[in-house]
């Protein structure tokens, strides 16, 4: 993760500390730490652990002002190694509550683009009207609340090339928002603390407070057309989605028909990710459709994979590849996969399905 294509953006030093201190050949607090949480959370992948445990040091930098320093490239990485041992023996409860309690809440205000144009030419193809929606790992519920606002979507879409071309706006058929989450529920400040300490991502998250902004419902008149279902409010629940019974009946309550997931399974092995597809995909109402986002190689990487997995006779019941993302943060370009025609109907080009009259007022997008 140090060497990552993205470069820094305030992550990278105390990544390298991370590595100077775990090849020491002795590092009992760092040892101490991975024990406990490899008690609580044995499920956890190692890019979700690696990524936590930077947020943990932010959280103990914002009390602790020598523990700064951990994010300062100025500072030697020797130095910066041994101030990480210190900094967590000195914060061990704090650091082990959060690695043991929280999730990376990472909120990107431009991933909604995605599900946005895919689940309007999903609707469209299949002749979808009443869309009961589920956000799984929703955070604070962001994505839920910019579907279908056309400000949000015009703001963010010119930074998101399409290859070969990009889906038609089209306003998505939504009759419920629904979101859940992990308890606690992420706060603002949680999510904050989640990006890094960097001018780029202070950026990033002036994008999330001008979304929340122009979102303070979820239907505006900057959603759909007045009177439609969009302007149904979302309802954001308490959830675990590893209790997969309470996932599966959550599902089945609420007839949900759609269910988004983005940038939450990396955080599991592949046995749990399995797992927590199936029990989406048994549970869906028909026609049913699960659309995925998840980073490339466990963050390894730059960029992220769109899946779809279509159940009720509307398509595979497969992972279908639908697209890939250049940047995790919605930025740069996105080119349709194999799966992508299947799942919109449009053979990878907005030419060869046109949309209804109400979706035209601005055209196809890039």
Known sequence: MQQHEQGNHGWSVVHESM?????????????????????????????????????ALRTVAAQDSRAKALFSPELSASDRAELLSRTLEEHHDRITTV??????SFTGARRFLIP???????????????????????????LLRQLNNRAVFDRFA??????PQPPPYRTIPLVERHGVDAPPLPTLEWVRACHGPSAYYDERFSEVLWSLEQTTSAG????????????VSPTISALDILDLRALAGYLRTHRINVVTCNFVLYQYDEATRAEVIAT??????????????????????MGARVEAHLTGGTGSTGPLHV???????????????????????????????????????GGPVR
Not at 220 to 231: F, I, L, N, Q, W
Not at 287 to 298: I, N
């Open 19 to 55: 590595a100077l201190l775990a090849g020491s050949g002795s590092a009992p607090a760092m040892d101490r730490l991975l024990e406990s949480v490899n008690r609580a959370r044995s499920r956890m992948s190692t890019s979700h652990l690696v990524t936590l445990i930077g947020i």
């Open 99 to 104: 690695l043991t309690s929280r999730s990376n």
């Open 116 to 142: 946005q144009l895919l689940l309007g030419s999903y609707a469209a193809h299949h002749s979808i009207h009443a869309i009961r929606l589920l956000d799984v790992g929703t955070g604070i519920g962001l």
């Open 158 to 163: 010119r930074d998101l090339e399409w290859s």
């Open 220 to 231: 505006t008149s900057a959603s759909a057309s007045a009177g439609t279902s969009a302007e």
């Open 280 to 301: 989406i995909k048994e549970a869906l109402s028909p026609p049913g459709l699960l659309l995925g986002m998840e980073p490339r190689d466990g963050l390894r990487r």
């Open 323 to 361: 697209a890939d993302v250049s940047d995790a943060h919605v930025l740069g370009r996105a080119t349709a996969g194999p799966g992508f025609t299947e799942l919109t109907g449009l053979a990878g080009t907005a030419g060869t399905a046109e949309p209804a009259m109400s979706d035209r007022p």
